[in-house]
């Protein structure tokens, strides 16, 4: 079991940036996939970025590509959500979360930090 604790959440203006941090414990490993998600209140959770251990391959959603950069030190065992000019439309909680490479769904979830974009 992974234990995610995120970070870095609080209240900005459009076209701030912010930095969120999510420290990983337990049994993360090169065979692991991180991601972020988040959710805007009356909306479903979506999907913003995740990134491979191992290779460092990313990936991220259309909405945000471009402003937001997903990061991890090895060393600190934490991954990194580098957002920049934002808008207040990426206000909501935001969710690190892992999975296996051989499981389908991300199966393991932090608290969420909030993140407040003001206009």
């Known amino acids: 079991q992974v234990q995610l604790v995120e970070s870095g959440g609080g209240l900005v203006q459009a076209g701030g940036s912010l930095r969120l941090s999510c420290a990983t414990s337990?049994?993360?490993?090169?065979?692991?996939?991180m991601g972020w998600f988040r959710q805007a209140p009356g909306k479903e959770r979506e999907f913003v970025a995740r990134?491979?251990?191992?290779?460092?391959?990313?990936y991220y959603a259309d909405s945000v590509k471009g402003r937001f950069t997903i990061g991890r030190d090895n060393a600190k065992n934490t991954v990194y959500l580098q957002m920049n000019r934002l808008k207040p439309e990426d206000t909501a909680v935001y969710y690190c979360?892992?999975?296996?490479?051989?499981?389908?769904?991300?199966?393991?979830w932090g608290q969420g930090t909030q993140v407040t974009v003001s206009s």
């Open positions: 990134i491979r251990w191992s290779s460092g391959i990313t």
């Open positions: 979360a892992a999975r296996r490479l051989i499981d389908r769904d991300f199966n393991s």
């Open positions: 337990g049994r993360t490993s090169s065979t692991y996939e």
